[in-house]
């Protein structure tokens, strides 16, 4: 991504950058070229040198130059103390690298510290931004402890945001990358998303509450960690079977440019059958792959979690409105056994529960019954009669739109994914 040329900054300094690793840095980036003039601290004088010489990321050095350039101008200021960079200061970004112990554990006694010495040097009207991950009830732990220190007021006489970095700090960081925000004020929580989403650091949504935040984010995090552990299985495997694994996510790639784009991997076609094939490839070459077992496990109960939850919101319904129309976008359901499609066993869960279904798909012209006896219709016939829509196809939000779901409850598989 081109980088823009630094535009006019303001004549004090408006952010101070406390941490300096790599997420502090690439704050740091952003914002001076947003226009922000930006004070940095890091309690290692070695990286605070490294800055200044133009070797603070080894693996960006565009980046590096630049922090170093602004620094020696003027606009990047580095301080040697957490009360210097408070001083004049607006808004102060904690981004301290939290540890993590030999059992992966994440530790805060690091925050907690921070939180007592930002305490006993903060003065009135500042807003301080926790940007480090933490684990549920650290936000709220941190504000205590600044308040102790201080003996000032949370959104009183400071303000606190918690807003999380992205999953990603680099170059290629995307702009559009969703960022959760939550705050003591509304005006804080404004001031902060205002000013990254300028310096192009995450679209900012607001949460309601920083333990919803905190654990929300945990859960995106996990997820992301989950899927790189899962790819390096899947590499192993490559390696085992003489196969490039480039090439193989090659044509994944591909397929996902010609149509699968918006499916879950987790709940696309025959997803239970491919990873059930990646397991008995891996056990025949003696490679244990127990993140692809898991992966199958999450395969076979999905479609039985989304009945439970049809169902039970169905029964909680008059008798007279619980008719429910499926639909899919799924194209062939002929000749394939029941568990490759999550819908097919959707609809016989909610037949054996004595409720009034109908199945139909994107592109059916004429009703029919497929080979396992599910019985197909156009859309338009599906939905006489029906009061409900469930759409368990993901990415079907043409559907949605469609005219013909005015009028209609309608419960996608978004809705239900994560109950």
């Known amino acids: 991504m081109e980088r823009p040329e630094v535009t006019q900054r303001a004549v004090k300094p408006n952010f101070a950058v406390i941490g300096l690793s790599r997420l502090g840095l690439f704050t740091a980036a952003r914002l001076l070229q947003a226009g922000y003039a930006v004070i940095g601290f890091d309690q290692s004088g070695f990286q605070r040198a490294r800055v200044q010489q133009g070797y603070a990321l080894e693996d960006d050095k565009k980046t590096s130059a630049l922090l170093r350039r602004l620094a020696r101008e003027g606009a990047f200021i580095l301080v040697e103390s957490i009360r210097k960079a408070l001083e004049g200061t607006n808004v102060a970004i904690i981004c301290e690298r939290a540890r993590i112990n030999d059992r992966k554990i994440l530790q805060v006694r690091t925050l907690h510290e921070l939180a007592d010495s930002i305490g006993k040097s903060m003065q009135k009207g500042v807003t301080i931004v926790l940007q480090t991950l933490a684990p549920p009830g650290t936000a709220r732990i941190f504000v205590k402890r600044c ?15 918690y807003a999380p970095s992205p999953l990603t700090a680099s170059e290629d960081f995307d702009h559009d990358l969703a960022r959760v925000v939550v705050g003591s004020s509304p005006k804080a929580v404004s001031t902060v998303s205002e000013a990254f989403e300028n310096a192009s650091l995450g679209k900012c949504f607001h949460a309601s509450s920083f333990e919803a935040a905190e654990i ?13 552990a899962l790819r390096a299985e899947l590499s ?34 025959n997803s239970a059958a491919i990873v059930t094939n990646l397991l008995e490839a891996g056990k025949s ?21 989304l009945s439970k939850v049809l169902i039970k919101w169905l029964k909680s319904l008059e008798p007279r409105d619980r008719s429910l129309t499926v639909i899919s976008i799924f194209r062939e359901f002929d000749f394939v056994d029941r568990s490759s499609h999550p819908e097919l066993e959707v609809v016989d869960a909610l ?11 994107e592109g059916e012209k004429e009703g029919r019954r497929s080979e396992l006896g599910i019985l197909l219709q156009p859309v338009e016939k599906a939905l006489k009669e029906s009061r409900n829509v469930a759409v368990l196809s ?26």
């Open 147 to 161: 308040e102790e220190a201080s003996g000032l007021t949370c959104g009183k006489d400071f303000d606190f945001v």
């Open 216 to 228: 929300g984010v945990m859960r995106l995090h996990a997820e992301y960690c989950l899927k790189r």
């Open 236 to 269: 192993s495997l490559c390696d085992e079977m003489g196969a490039s694994f480039d090439e193989a996510e090659a044509i994944f790639m591909n397929m996902r440019g010609g149509g699968l784009k918006t499916m879950p991997a987790l709940f696309a076609r």
């Open 285 to 305: 070459k003696g490679v244990s792959l127990p993140l692809c077992r898991l992966a199958r496990d999450v395969c076979w109960s999905t479609p039985q979690r």
């Open 351 to 361: 037949y054996r529960a004595k409720i009034k279904v109908k199945l139909s798909r």
């Open 394 to 419: 993901p990415g079907v939000g043409e559907v949605r739109k469609n005219d013909r779901l005015d009028g209609l409850r309608v419960l996608d598989f978004n809705d239900m994914a994560g109950v």
